[in-house]
């Protein structure tokens, strides 16, 4: 299957909360209607992973999961 993956920053939240905005919940329905497994990380579990072997691993995990 197709993968596509999305860092979610703060941006992408409604203030203070944990309710997508529109346009990411939009732009996420439309990609899964197209056939691809949609993966949003966290920015804030994101930029804590520091090393880039690392972060593949931790993406490799997200697909296989």
Do not use: C
Not at 6 to 11: H, Q, S
Not at 29 to 38: D, E, M, N, P, T
Not at 41 to 53: A, L, M, R, T, V
Request: proline residues 5%; without cysteine; positive net charge.
């Amino acid at each position: 299957p197709k993968v596509a993956i999305e860092i979610k920053g703060p941006d992408h939240y409604v203030n203070g909360t944990k309710d997508m905005i529109w346009r990411s919940a939009k732009k996420e329905r439309q990609l899964k209607k197209l056939g691809y497994k949609v993966l949003s990380i966290p920015f804030d579990e994101w930029k804590n992973i520091e090393i880039s072997d690392t972060k593949a691993m931790y993406l490799k995990r997200k697909i296989e999961s």
